[in-house]
């Protein structure tokens, strides 16, 4: 019913920025909840940062300084600003979405962020 699709991924230097963007289509709606994680090789998939339906926000402490995520309701995708981006900030990013009680993933974005 649910299938999430994201985009935006690529190679950036090191302070760079980039926009990774989530189409999501199905039985979505406006007060779902949705987030981004992201997983570099050998380590744990982790979370980056949430958006409730009403618009708060929940993010990496790490991160919350150079990371904002957002949402656009009409168009069902959630968005993902990545700014002064660092090598250590290289993952797979993955769009998640919970519809009632079942976790929905993305195929994951490739962000790799050179020194």
């Known amino acids: 019913q649910v299938q999430l699709v994201e985009s935006g991924g690529g190679l950036v230097q090191a302070g760079g920025s980039l926009r990774l963007s989530c189409a999501a289509s199905g039985r979505i709606f406006s007060f779902n909840g949705m987030g981004w994680y992201r997983q570099a090789p050998g380590k744990q998939r982790e979370l980056v940062a949430a958006?409730?339906?009403?618009?708060?926000?929940d993010y990496a402490d790490s991160l919350k300084d150079r990371f904002t995520i957002s949402r656009d309701n009409a168009k069902n995708t959630v968005y993902l600003q990545m700014s002064s981006l660092k090598p250590e900030d290289t993952a797979v990013y993955y769009c998640?979405?919970?519809?009632?009680?079942?976790?929905?993933w993305g195929q994951g974005t490739q962000v790799t962020v050179s020194s």
């Open positions: 958006i409730t339906g009403g618009g708060g926000t």
């Open positions: 998640h979405v919970k519809v009632w009680g079942y976790d929905y």
